[in-house]
Each structure stands twice: as C-alpha cells, then as structure tokens.
C-alpha cells in the first residue's frame, strides 16, 4: 500500500544509467536526486522497486520482472545496471556514519498499473554527496538492466 515502510530485512533494485557507472558499478552519482532545472519539479525521493514486492520465487525472477518494468515505462540503456541494495544496510549505514545521523524512510510509492513495486528513498536532499557515497557502500549487486 502506497506510502507503507519497505521491511528493512527487504531488498529495492535502483536503475543506474551508463553515465553514472564506473567500470560498471554504480557510482554515489546513481544515488543522488536529479539536480533543480527550470521548469522541472524537485524530485522528493530517490526512485527504487521493491523486490519482495513481486512475489518471485528468486532473485533472478525479481531482475526478469524488472527488467520487464523498466522497459514498460521508459528507455532502457545498452549499458545500464540495476543495483540491488538490502533496505536495513542502507538505512544503518547512512543513520551511522553520516555527519547529521540522518534517518532514511524507504516507502512504497506504486505507479500503477505499470509498476506497482515503484517505491522511494525519502529524506534526501539536493547534492548529497556524502549520502550518496554511503548508499553505494551498501550494493550488494548489480545487473544488467536489459
């Protein structure tokens, strides 16, 4: 249900464009919100899909489905990856190393029907350079997002 807490014993996958890898894993700049251009809105959450959520029987049936979603509901790059994190490892790294002990909420945010696993990362700012670079320490994973 929208705006429900994601377990933190659970798992989210993050879209990370070709641009924001290096050497094919994703860098803090994948975890950051999109930067304020004029005439666009502030992004208020970091964009991720809540694995559990689908209900696969694996890990790899959880990357089929979304990578079944991605393409669904917008352009896929060649050379993108998805990054799979555990919700509770980002939540205590970013809670215990970061200068302001910031608390991170993961929460469901569905876009149906097309993507009902859509879920956010709340309580980020713009250029959270050093949130960013703590999230990055916790992907346990990555894929290809084709």
Known sequence: MKDDPIPDQDH????????????????PTAFMLKRDRPGSPTEESLSVNWLEYLECTDRISEIAEIRRIYHETFDVGAQAKMAVLNVGEVREKV????????????????????????????????????????????????????
């Open 12 to 27: 989210i996958a993050r879209y990370c464009s070709f641009q924001k890898l290096a050497g094919g894993l994703p860098q």
């Open 95 to 146: 809670r215990t190393e970061s200068p302001d002990r910031r608390i991170l909420q993961v929460l469901h945010d569905p876009i149906e029907p097309k993507d009902p696993s859509h879920s956010g990362i709340y309580n980020l700012r713009q250029n959270d350079r050093v949130i960013a670079e703590l999230i990055a320490e916790t992907v346990l994973e990555s894929y290809s997002a084709r």
